[in-house]
């Protein structure tokens, strides 16, 4: 009995040391936001009434643009291309930037082409009738990893987030076990054509916005559930400070509202019986050195939710989809002439939701 026991002991002792021999993660834990921290706004599951364009044409569409003066609805899909639905309703196969699944975060820019971001090989790009070009792939002579979202103010800066530079695209599950900082916010400089570092240490930066006025910027930060300002303008340009938190669920892409507020797409990056491994570090460098066992604690695909903010940051209207029926893993909504376009990593279209 003893010897039976000596080996599970040596056996467990074995299997520690190789689990964090060989975890590629140096962990911290997670912190969900308590479901009590936040006063709920006005809940409306009407996701169920979505209107699906585009379906069968448009593999995992992550974010959507909307070129308000010609009506042309644009999106980015795992396959590589650029596709956009024309007033009409026709679809077309636009522009391929790349054969791989690596185009997320899209914007119209002042020129009327496309600014894209490519997560892996390209940096930031911009896509037109007459091609791709690459505007910034390397920040301080570092390439540039993970760009995840973009939008571009009216004086022709760009700023875009780079939502990790320790983990990339395919293992970006790893970021989220890590819970550590290695986000950035990034600006290209109109007249210089500079790429240069506006904030760091941010939690997966993800979504961009600007304000009506232009005079900040929102970022959010999928792995704190929080969304920050950081100021253009003013006395105190160049600071930060939150805009919103406790957000129930990791902030995505965002956009501007007609009215000034703000529409945040949320997912739920662990479903709520299992947040507690986000707490273990002993648990998250299983999962890292095992990672098919992160196919058990992710909650992306259970439910989809979207928050309407205001522009004083306080949540207004939650539309949910809380059992995934219909829509799962929405990351985008944009409002155009009183509908809702709602992106997703797991569908295969665009939802369109009168509000
Ligand atoms: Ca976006
Ligand atoms: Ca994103």
Known sequence: MASVSNFLLLFVAAFSAHIF?????????????????????????????????GEGLLKDPEDVAVDESSGIIYTATRDGWIKRMHKNGSWEDWVRPTQDHTLLGITISLSGKLLVCDAVKQGLLRVGDDGVDVLASHVHGSQISFADDVIEASDGSIYFSSASTK??????????LEAKPHGKLLKIDPSTKLTTVLLDNLSFANGVALSKDQDYLLVCESWKFRCLKYWLKGEKTGTREVFVENLPGSPDNINLAPDGGYWIALFQCSPENLQFVHNWRILKHLIATFPK?????MGMNSKATVVKVGADGTMEKMYEDPTGKVMSFVTSAFEFEDHLYLGSLNSNFIGKLQI
């Not at 969900?32 to 009434?49: A, N, T, V």
């Not at 983990?167 to 989220?176: A, M, P, Q, S």
């Not at 066992?293 to 604690?297: D, E, R």
């Open 167 to 176: 983990f990339g695209l395919h293992n970006w599950y790893l970021d989220i």
């Open 293 to 297: 066992l992160m196919n058990l604690v």
């Open 21 to 53: 021999i060989n975890s590629p993660i140096s962990p911290q834990p997670l912190h969900f936001p308590p479901p009590s921290s936040h006063p709920k706004p006005h809940l409306y599951s009407s996701f169920q009434r979505v209107e699906k364009i």
